[in-house]
C-alpha cells in the first residue's frame, strides 16, 4: 500500500509541475532572461565600428564576435545575418588612457611618473526588439581596468584588457536588453 501511495504521489507531483510550467509564455532560464520564445525566435548583430581612434586593429570585430556568442551562449535564440526579432548595431566610440596615480621619481631632475594607467572603452549600442518597441534602446556603456606601467607596457596587457573590458560591457547590454533587470 506504501508504495502505491509513494508512486501516486509521484506522479500527482509530476503532472502538476508539468501543467503549471506549461501554462507559461515567458520562458526563464539560469541566465536571468525573460524572452519569450514563442515571438522572440532571431537576433542579428551588424558589424560594429571603431569610431574612437584607438586600439587595437581588430577590436570592432572582437566585439561584435564576443557579442553575437554570449548571446547564442545564453539564449535559444537564433543567429541571423540581419533582420533578427532582436537586432543589435553601434560603435567603439572612445578608447582612452588615463593616469590614475603619480609616483615620485626619487631623483629631482626627473618627472613623477604615473603608477596606475587606466583604458577605458565605451560602446554606443542601438538595440531594437521588433517583437516589443517599448524595450528598443540606444545607449552608451563603459567600463575600465587599470595595469602598472612600470611593470608592464600597454603593448603587453592590451589584448587581455579589452577583453576584459568587453565581457563586462557585453554583460551589461545583456542585463540591459533582455535580462530586464
Known sequence: MKLINK????????AFLT??????SVNYSFTGTTINYEEVQSFSVEN?????????????????????EYYQR??????????????FAGA??????????????SNPNLPDRAGQMRLTIAVEVEY??????????RRTFSFFKDYDP???TLLDVENQLVEEIFENIIQ????ATVANW
Do not use: H, W
Open 7 to 14: 508512486t501516486y504521489l509521484q506522479l500527482l507531483l509530476g
Open 19 to 24: 501543467l503549471s510550467l506549461s501554462g507559461c
Open 48 to 68: 560594429f565600428f571603431n569610431d574612437s581612434g584607438g586600439g587595437p586593429a581588430n577590436m570592432q570585430q572582437l566585439f561584435t564576435e564576443s557579442l553575437k
Open 74 to 87: 545564453n539564449t535559444q535564440l537564433e543567429l541571423v545575418r540581419s533582420n533578427g526579432d532582436l537586432q
Open 92 to 105: 567603439i566610440n572612445r578608447y582612452s588612457l588615463t593616469p590614475q596615480s603619480a609616483v615620485s621619481s
Open 128 to 137: 531594437l526588439n521588433l517583437k516589443n518597441e517599448e524595450e528598443n534602446l
Open 150 to 152: 612600470r611593470t608592464t
Open 172 to 175: 551589461d547590454v545583456f542585463t
